[in-house]
């Protein structure tokens, strides 16, 4: 099973940036997407942005789009750049992908390893 592991979040004001990292710690399974999604209190989690196996798909949500950019380097290590910031994107995110599968989906039932998540929080 492939472990992921987030880093990056933090407490910042509106308009700020951050960047999230995710690493995945399987080697045996290069081509799989890596898919990012959040869950704020009380709320269920929602997909935020994916990117295939090679980087060439890429998605975001609509209530990312613009603001948010996702990419990849080398084979198991993405990220989550997040720019201009609203205090309605505060959150616990938490990257995820399928070990049997090159490309993503938005929905949770289509990825099969998840990370522990990492808070972000953003003030007004």
């Known amino acids: 099973q492939a472990q992921l592991v987030e880093s990056g979040g933090g407490l910042v004001q509106a308009g700020a940036s951050l960047r999230l990292s995710c690493v995945v710690s399987e080697r045996t399974y290069t081509w799989y997407p890596v898919g990012w999604f959040r869950q704020a209190p009380g709320k269920e989690r929602e997909w935020v942005a994916a990117v295939d196996w090679n980087g060439g798909h890429i998605g975001y949500a609509d209530s990312v789009r613009g603001r948010f950019s996702i990419s990849r380097s080398g084979t198991n290590t993405a990220y989550l750049y997040m720019n201009n910031l609203r205090p309605e994107d505060t959150a616990i995110y938490y990257c995820?992908?399928?070990?049997?599968?090159?490309?993503?989906?938005?929905?949770?039932?289509?990825?099969?390893?998840w990370g522990q998540g990492t808070q972000v929080t953003v003030s007004s």
């Open positions: 995820a992908t399928h070990r049997e599968r090159s490309d993503w989906g938005t929905e949770v039932s289509d990825y099969t390893d």
